[in-house]
């Protein structure tokens, strides 16, 4: 049997992360895959660390991904891939969004945002894809579409055909944003 | 057709196909979305109680009503509806019962991990652990059938992996339920000693057929695979079972009080070695142990925190039952040169009510008795205002117990308690700073929404779950009615008026409540202009950090004013002593 593939999403409560993993999820249904998704909620919306699981694959049973399992990390801002970087396999996709979202403690001045953190990545992954989702969703028509200029980067390392991707997507946008959402995951694909 | 649903959703769906049409609930994490998902189908009677205690007493009254009913709550909310559960059992049921438990294994959002299940033999009622969302539908409708067919109330125990994941369900038709006709019967419930003796009697009967039925039980079952191994597991960790030891024969068990033991003693016979694999307590392996079955390791998988399959391989590994982690916990890259990660604890929004009490609380140095809500954030820096909380509600208790120790510290004590927690258990608590003559000053945060878990209605916010208008409880008459003469209505936000506020109830000799009125700034986003800062004017001091708003950073020496964040709330021009930070300007159009 097929192991599983498994998809860690990572940001900062508010980033639409949430959203991305239900396109993934509709459109790995609609592959005909089993798939699990699991999210910790609670505190996100308090500026916390937002942390969403997707396991897809002929079968799935944990909903959760081990450290050093997940296949891609996918993650929506910089700091927050260093955090979780350890659950990325050797050999994984590692996607991020070259965004800083400054927590408490570097506001207040009590630690240190790191800098140079793609640099860090690329000399540590090989093949890291960086780039900035909010200028490229910018382009697209609006910012806050970065996160699907984001799973569309991602889309073309999963098993799932571009068609799939268009309909899942027309299922969980609204459609006054479908267009400007397409363009933006049309951007993503061209980048992944 | 097949839907991806999570636990509570799935539940919620269950409740709907097997005829539910009574619910209610507090709200708690990972319990939350049941009622939400539960309230939007129609045809179902669903409510938010103001605690779980009522909760649970609103459900034995649907169910002797004649319909069948759902109550939801997590691990905690069990503790405050203990009371009535243990002598439900006794009475059993008209329509079928079942008390969903959403146990919070890790403490992702909880002040203690308790393993409920223990709550199941403890009350004698039957339990299911569901293992993913399928399960936890299908088992809603299998609670129900037992319920009735064994007179008694069912727990279904879920934790958070199984109410926040998302899996595939197949999706059926509700069944139409007619209501059972009340019946009067004294001898069943109406629990004086003289009736309560013979169902006591009647308890351990109902539970011994329990037993019988618990040995097939379609939710319990053998899959015989490698003979080498047994596991016996139940709940979420079957789930990582599969996934780290797929050859080994598995004892399934969804249904786990009472435990099947002919079906454990024929698992036990059949493999070479027997091993139990469950999260939090070792619940079935010391009942294991107790028929005298040898395991060929003990109490391997930690008691403490939440479980995976990465945990349960290296466990596994140091127990000598696997040889490598192989398979499952894999190494990643090496990440011994990674930069520091600074944490990213969660705070208080920008704009949040909150802020200016815990401003002020720390500016006059007071022991602060806290409670449970968004603002125990206002606990951790920099605010770092609170000094303990245990449980909902106990923060007037704790403060009226604090001054009663040593009048001395009355003066400098303080109670800080949400408005949905008032309402929930601070109520009886400032009852009896009354009646036992305490001088205790209590601060309720009336942000008029239950925040902590999403915003839930209660009966302070004047709508009900489904949304409706409700009367809202009048907190200052309410807290009147109790005997408190001194209270206060207060602008949280306007840090001189809280402050002297905090100040002159303190001073008084009797108890004083001081209402924190304004609504949580996530609910009304009523945003102002953003603060400016006047360059000229800021020094760099970092006063204005001290209120841990996300909109307030500092660069290059000066404070700086996010104005994408910031909701213009107008606290930090308060604190800064340069006249450095400015309000906004309105724009006008
Ligand atoms: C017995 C119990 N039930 C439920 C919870 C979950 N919970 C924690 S705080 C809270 C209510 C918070 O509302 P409120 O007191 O109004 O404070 P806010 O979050 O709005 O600031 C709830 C439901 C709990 N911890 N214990
Ligand atoms: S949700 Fe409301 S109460 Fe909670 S921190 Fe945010 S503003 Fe404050
Ligand atoms: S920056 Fe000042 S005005 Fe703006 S939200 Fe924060 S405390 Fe309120």
Redesign the interface.
């Known amino acids: 049997m097929l192991k599983p593939i498994d998809v860690l999403m990572v940001g ?1 409560g508010g980033q639409g992360t949430i959203l991305a993993s239900r396109v993934l ?2 459109a790995a ?1 609609a592959a005909g895959y ?16 937002v942390v969403t699981q997707v396991r897809l694959g002929e079968k ?5 991904i ?4 997940a296949d891609i990390l996918l993650a929506f801002e910089k ?2 891939t ?2 979780l ?6 050999d ?1 996709v590692l996607i991020v969004n070259d965004q800083a979202i ?13 800098p ?2 793609p640099e ?1 990545l690329r000399n ?2 090989p093949g890291t894809l960086v780039f900035d989702a909010t200028e490229i969703a910018g382009r697209c028509g609006t910012a806050k579409a970065a996160n699907v200029v984001l799973l569309g980067a991602m889309a073309r390392r999963l098993p799932i055909e571009r068609a799939i991707w268009g309909k899942a997507l027309a299922e969980r946008v609204p459609a006054k944003l479908l267009e400007v959402n397409r363009a933006a995951f049309a951007a993503g694909y061209e980048l992944g | 057709m097949k839907e991806l649903l999570s636990g509570n959703a799935a539940i919620a769906r269950g409740a709907i196909e097997s005829g539910v049409t009574v619910a209610a609930a507090y709200p708690g994490t990972p319990s939350t979305e049941i009622l939400e998902n539960l309230a939007l189908y129609p045809g179902v009677y669903a409510e938010w109680s103001p605690n779980e205690k009522v909760a649970v007493e609103v459900g034995i009254g649907a169910s002797l009503g004649g319909a069948r009913t759902l109550v939801a709550m997590k691990h905690v909310g069990v503790n405050v509806a203990a009371d009535p559960l243990m002598t439900f059992s006794y009475i059993g049921v008209n329509a079928g019962f079942v008390l969903v438990s959403a146990d919070d294994p890790g403490m992702h959002s909880s002040q203690n991990e308790q393993d409920n299940r223990h709550y199941a033999r403890f009350a004698k009622i039957p339990l299911l652990e569901p293992s993913d969302s399928q399960e936890a539908k299908d088992m809603v409708g299998l609670a129900l059938d037992l319920s009735e067919r064994f007179d008694t109330p069912v727990m279904l125990r879920t934790t958070t992996r199984v109410s926040h994941s998302q899996s595939l369900v197949e999706i059926q038709d509700p069944q139409p339920r007619k209501l059972k006709s009340y019946v009067k019967d004294i001898k069943k419930n109406l629990m004086l000693p003289t009736y309560a003796r013979p169902r006591r009697v009647a308890l351990e009967k109902s539970l011994a057929g329990l037993k019988e039925y618990s040995e097939s039980s379609p939710v319990n079952r053998i899959e015989w695979r490698d003979r080498s191994l047994g596991v016996i597991t139940s709940g979420i960790s079957y789930q990582y079972v599969r996934d780290v030891l797929p050859d080994a024969s598995v004892l399934k068990l969804g249904f786990t009080n009472p435990l099947p033991e002919q079906m454990i003693r024929s698992f036990a016979a059949g493999v070479q070695k027997l091993i139990v694999v469950e999260e939090l307590e070792p619940f079935i392996e010391e009942q294991v142990r107790a028929m005298g079955l040898a395991l060929a390791v003990k109490g391997f998988i930690p008691y403490t925190g939440e479980l995976d399959p990465g945990i349960l391989a290296a466990a596994l590994v140091k127990a000598g039952i696997i040889h490598s982690t192989g398979g499952i916990a894999k190494a990643g890259y090496d990440l011994a040169e990674s930069p520091a990660v600074p944490a990213r604890p969660p705070v208080l929004c920008p704009g949040c009510s909150h802020r200016g009490v815990f401003y002020a609380l720390r500016q006059l140095k007071l022991n602060v008795s806290g409670d449970i809500g968004c603002y125990t954030l206002g606990g951790l820096p920099p605010l770092e205002a609170m000094d303990s909380n245990i449980c909902m509600g106990a923060s007037i208790g704790v403060a009226h117990g604090i001054g009663k120790a040593n009048p001395a510290l009355d003066a400098r004590t303080v109670a800080v308690i949400g408005d949905s927690t008032f309402l929930h258990s601070g109520i009886t608590g400032l009852l009896d700073v009354v009646y036992n003559k305490g001088n205790a000053t209590v601060i309720i945060l009336d942000n008029r929404t239950t925040a902590m878990t999403g915003h839930q209605q209660h009966p302070g916010t004047g709508r009900t779950l489904a949304g409706d208008p409700a009367p809202a409880v009048d907190l200052e008459a309410l807290v009147r009615a109790l005997g408190v003469k001194r209270v206060r209505v207060i602008d949280p936000l306007n840090l001189a008026e809280t402050e002297a506020a905090i100040k002159e109830e303190l001073a008084a000799k009797e108890p004083s409540v001081i209402i924190a009125d304004k609504p949580c700034a996530l609910l009304t986003k009523a945003v102002q202009p953003a603060v400016r800062v006047d360059a000229q004017k800021c020094t760099g001091c970092r006063i204005c950090t001290r209120i841990g708003c996300p909109a307030i950073s500092i660069k290059d020496k000066l404070a700086q004013v996010d104005a994408a964040v910031c909701t213009g709330c107008n606290l930090c021009l308060q604190v800064c002593r340069e006249g450095a930070l400015v309000k906004g300007e309105e724009k006008h159009a």
């Not at chain 1, 799935?60 to 959760?64: A, I, T």
């Not at chain 1, 970087?85 to 050797?90: D, G, I, M, P």
């Not at chain 1, 927590?103 to 630690?111: D, E, F, S």
Request: positive net charge; proline residues 7%; hydrophobic residues 40%.
């Open positions: 900062v999820a509709q249904q089993d798939i699990k998704v699991s999210e910790i909620h609670g505190m996100a919306q308090r500026g916390g660390s799935v049973y944990s909903p959760l081990v450290k050093g399992g700091l927050e260093l955090r970087l350890s659950y990325l396999k050797k994984g400054d927590p408490v403690p570097v506001l207040v001045g009590a630690a240190e945002y790191p140079n953190i860090y540590t992954v």
